[in-house]
């Protein structure tokens, strides 16, 4: 049985900078001690999805339902509720444009 291994934030960036810069997933591997290769893609699917939030989390610790990730500032926090609440809009906005096409059709 394998132990986890936790990365601090400073190689996980290191990491995604050398793979941004083209440098192979071996050498990136090699050179900074990273033990699994799909780990190095979760960590840019996280950066390019701009979660750099869960960068910071210990791995295999998920938040807890509801709770989210903690903001730095509240002016961050009130530009992730806002984001949040544009999105509910969005969805809101297509159940109804399902709805209407759906009652035109005879």
């Known amino acids: 049985m394998t132990t986890r291994v ?6 996980k960036m290191k990491a995604i900078e050398m793979r941004l810069a083209g ?4 050498v990136v591997m090699n050179e900074l001690g990273i033990r699994n290769k799909t780990q190095l893609k979760t960590w840019l699917c996280w950066y ?3 979660d750099m939030h ?3 989390q210990p791995d295999g610790k998920q938040y807890s339902y509801g709770k989210g990730p903690g903001f730095k500032s509240e002016m961050e926090g009130l530009r992730a509720e806002n984001q949040f609440l544009r999105q509910q809009i969005e969805v809101l906005k297509k ?5 209407r096409s759906c009652r035109l059709k005879p």
């Not at 936790?6 to 190689?11: L, R």
């Not at 159940?95 to 709805?99: A, F, K, R």
């Open 6 to 11: 936790s990365y601090p934030v400073e190689i």
């Open 23 to 26: 440098v192979p997933v071996r």
């Open 48 to 50: 390019r999805n701009r």
């Open 54 to 56: 869960r960068l910071e």
């Open 95 to 99: 159940i109804q444009g399902v709805e």
